[in-house]
């Protein structure tokens, strides 16, 4: 129902209610009054029969010897027909408890008494006697109701009386129905002008309702930009100028949320064709641990279709590395980041496959992170590449190195034939030859040492050692020759333990080695610091000389068997160093520059913060592979 008809119905009530209470208030309120002008004619009426009476008795007596008193009353009657009775009733007779109905005209004075109810007239007569005020009564006579006035009189010198009047109600219906129709009409008419004026208000009210319901109808199918043609400074004009203002910022909001929508949609499809297209395998899941999200090369390296894995847990990680992963799946939901690691995956069908793997967390704004991305890559391919690289340079480095024995070999051989050739042909033995070929064979045991300690692993025993005093003996025993060569030793040692689990001969080899090397580079003498400290979770050695440098070029070939500056060098030496520290699970590393000096870095796990025993060679510990 719309609100013009509720208005309309709403009005049109109101008004019929207000007219059916004035006209029933209207028609008590008339009859009321034609009541009270009835009653007032009837006094009217009994004073004027009353004076006519007593004028008539000045010369008679009794009131029934009145000439032509009843032709008086007779003549009242037809000249107003709402009387229809009129009577004078003496109360001691009427009212006599000794009278009976029978006996009607018993008591009556005057008049007729043909309507008469007696029990109820003669309460009346007793009541207007008694009180002395007029008695009013309405009743029924004849099946038509009638008002009865019952007038008591005590005129001087006669005895008192009750002039009872009958009139009619006819006339006061009659009139009391001329009002009702008439009322009937009135009130049909203001009902039908309330109803059309109730009509153009709730049009005129309801106008901007009905435009604001157009615009809201309009704002609902997705037109924000009419607007309301509502004028004025009223409640439904602030209304519309809010919705106008309220589809403006939809309108605004809206937009901005398809523009949103369309780079969401850009960025969705890129980021699918880019997971779609890559060739490393992605799979999401959320924090349970189940599958939200594969993609192709997800299925091309393990074997599930998308269909069979999401929504359920997979058991990509063997039995042997669950507890590993299952450790490294709580840090990262704990917010720990892990670098990328290696690992070992099962397939569908349960072969094993090398992969490298990098899982992240998946943050969420409001609820934190929400489950974790994995990448992974196969990484068969490229372990068994590696593996032909590693065997290929191990080839290579075993050819240059036995190139380079060859060549370094060939020299004292020749040296020794041509020795034993002269021997040989003079039949003597000279002892300075002797000599010179017992020092060649001495060379020729150097090289093929040395070429051992680079081929073939030695067996050693790792102890807990304090490199202070490594170090120290090593000084000592260099102390002699760096002062012959005009070199001097400036030593910076830390107050703290300095252990490491090492082979100390190996670890005097390298110092020697390099300090060494330090004194040869100044034949014009010179200082080479020493500098030992701690340095994170590593000791830290660095040696310093004032010597002559390298250049990139020689720098860039350090390390390679047999190259060496030195005229009596093997150029295994370093090499030799960078195995053995190595083996330690340090790092050697070299800086020079040409004709200012050399510095060489490294680098060896303190014992202190050594976490793994076996790795680190606990002291008194097992054997480990060296150089």
């Known amino acids: ?23 029933t208030l209207n028609y008590y309120m008339v009859g009321d009054s034609l009541r009270r002008d009835s009653q007032s004619n009837m006094l009217l ?5 009353e004076s006519s009476i007593e004028r008539s008795l000045s010369t008679i007596d009794k009131v029934e010897d009145v000439p032509n008193f009843e032709d008086m009353l007779e003549q009242m009657q037809k000249n107003d027909p709402r009387y229809l009775e009129i ?10 408890p000794s009278r009976t109905d029978g006996a009607m005209h018993a008591g009556i004075l005057f008049g007729t008494y043909q309507q008469g109810q007696w029990n109820e007239d003669r309460a009346a007569v007793a009541e207007a006697i008694r009180t002395g005020e007029s008695v009013m009564l309405d009743s029924r006579m004849r099946d038509k109701k009638v008002l009865k006035g019952f007038i008591p009189f005590d005129p001087p010198g006669r005895d008192p009386y009750v002039m009872r009047i009958v009139m009619s109600y006819q006339h006061i219906s009659s009139l009391m129905r001329e009002l009702f129709c008439s009322s009937v009409v009135i009130s049909s008419v203001l009902l039908v002008i309330v109803i059309c004026g109730s009509y153009v208000l709730a049009c005129y009210f309801t106008r901007p309702v009905q435009s604001i319901l157009e615009k809201v109808n309009k704002v609902a199918s997705g037109e924000f930009d009419t607007q309301f043609d509502v004028t004025g400074n009223d409640e439904l004009a602030q209304l519309s100028s809010r919705i106008d203002i309220m589809a403006f910022n939809q309108g605004l909001y809206t937009r901005r949320l398809e523009q949103m929508y369309e780079e969401n949609r850009a960025v969705k499809e890129h980021l699918e064709s880019v997971i779609n297209q890559t060739a490393d395998a992605i799979h999401v899941t959320d924090t349970e641990d189940v599958v939200v999200r594969v993609n192709q090369a997800f299925e091309d390296l393990y074997g599930w279709h998308p269909q069979e894995v999401i929504g359920k847990r997979l058991n990509l990680v063997p039995e042997e590395l669950k507890e590993t992963y299952e450790d490294q799946r709580q840090r990262l939901l704990k917010g720990e980041s892990i670098s990328s690691t290696e690992s070992v995956h099962l397939r569908k069908d349960g072969s094993r496959v090398e992969v490298s793997i990098s899982i992240a967390p998946i943050h969420d704004e409001e609820k934190g992170i929400v489950g974790l991305i994995s990448v992974t890559r196969d990484m068969t391919s490229r372990n068994r590449m590696e593996e032909l690289l590693r065997r290929s340079e191990k080839l290579t ?9 060859a060549h370094e070999i060939r020299n004292p051989l020749t040296t020794l034939r041509g020795f034993l050739q002269i021997q040989q042909q003079t039949g003597t033995l000279n002892v300075k030859h002797v000599d010179l070929m017992l020092s060649e064979l001495d060379r020729i045991n150097l090289i093929v040492g040395e070429f051992l300690i680079l081929a073939k692993p030695q067996a050693v025993q790792f102890q807990r050692t304090d490199i202070r005093c490594i170090l120290e003996d090593v000084i000592s025993l260099l102390d002699s020759q760096a002062h012959l060569c005009g070199v001097e030793f400036h030593i910076q040692v830390t107050n703290q333990p300095t252990a490491v689990f090492c082979a100390e001969n190996q670890l005097k080899q390298v110092f020697i080695n390099l300090l060494k090397n330090a004194i040869e580079a100044m034949p014009n003498g010179g200082r080479i610091s020493i500098e030992l400290c701690l340095y994170e979770e590593n000791v830290k050695i660095v040696i310093k000389d004032e010597g002559t440098g390298m250049s990139p070029e020689v720098m860039a070939k350090l390390g390679e ?6 005229d009596a060098g093997t150029g295994l030496g370093l090499m030799v160093s960078q195995r053995i520290i190595q083996s330690h699970k340090g790092l050697l590393d070299m800086e020079s520059i040409e004709g200012e000096g050399t510095t060489v870095t490294i680098l060896l796990p303190w014992a202190a913060c050594a976490k793994d025993a076996g790795t680190a ?11």
Do not use: C
């Open 87 to 96: 009577t004078g009733i003496d109360p001691a007779t009427f009212t006599s």
């Open 1 to 23: 129902m719309s609100i013009k008809l509720k208005l309309m119905m709403i009005m049109s009530a109101i008004v019929l209610v207000i007219l059916l209470l004035s006209m």
């Open 397 to 405: 480095t075993v050819g240059q190195l036995a190139a380079g024995v």
């Open 45 to 49: 009426a009994a004073r004027q029969i």
């Open 617 to 627: 060679g606990e002291a008194g510990g097992g054997l480990q592979n060296g150089v």
């Open 561 to 566: 068997p047999f190259f060496t500056k030195k």
